[in-house]
């Protein structure tokens, strides 16, 4: 029997050091573990929440800017909005109403909200304003610009992580700085809580460049410190009805009067 035992010890010792190599070699053979399956959901909630802080910076920000407004077929044009610290805002919209004809200002104050008519061809005479309802009231679809939600109230949608978006970074469109996402809406509804497209800011807050269908928003130059609060461009009037964007009907010349009425 001790005979035995050694011969199997002199079979089985090689075989006992030679385990160990064995086991590695097998399990360098197995297939990378796959990556884990929530990686691009903390991709995209990193991108929200770096977006969201933007945003939130942008709400805080107090300044007056020039922003070259674009649409295709149409000349460019240049938006001036203006924050005020005390919460209020304006924006003048050359050819913002009337088809393109009429410029208008859009503002925000304690007061409540305003539409301005400034001198242009559309509107002659002095410049005079309407009030549109209180500050935070929605402005009617058919009176609104539109190029102002970018800097204003769809601030607070960027910030609110139950709103039905998707966020993801984004290159800048051309001529626009700073950092960029894209968002798209996750919402079969109509009633999106903003228009989709992309969302780029300066490190500070600052509003550097929108794209969107309605068109695009590039900041023209360095903002300027803000006013205490804004001033309306004009008086407020009650005599008047705002102006609505689309351009007023065509007058039918077989409606009109024929030379020989009295």
Known sequence: MPVLLRSAGRVLGPLVLALPTLLAACTSEQPPAPPPADAAPVQVDAAWDELAALAAAAQDRHLVAQYVYGRPGEPDRTIVFTSANDGSWRVDVPGGALGGTADVSMASTADGLFQCALPSAGHAGAASCVRLGDRDDTIPRRLDPRVQHPLTDWLDVLTDRRAPLAVAPAT???????????????????????????????????????????????????????????????????????????APPTPDPSESPSAGTP
């Open 172 to 246: 800048a469109p051309e001529g626009v700085t700073g950092t960029c996402y894209s968002v798209e809406s996750t919402s079969a509804s109509l009633n999106a809580p903003l228009d989709v497209g992309i969302y780029c800011y300066d490190r500070d807050g600052t509003p550097t460049g929108v794209r969107t269908g309605a068109g695009t928003l590039r900041l023209a130059a360095p903002p300027a410190p803000a006013p205490a609060t804004v001033q309306l461009a004009g008086p407020v009037v009650i005599d008047r009805e705002p102006l609505d964007t689309a």
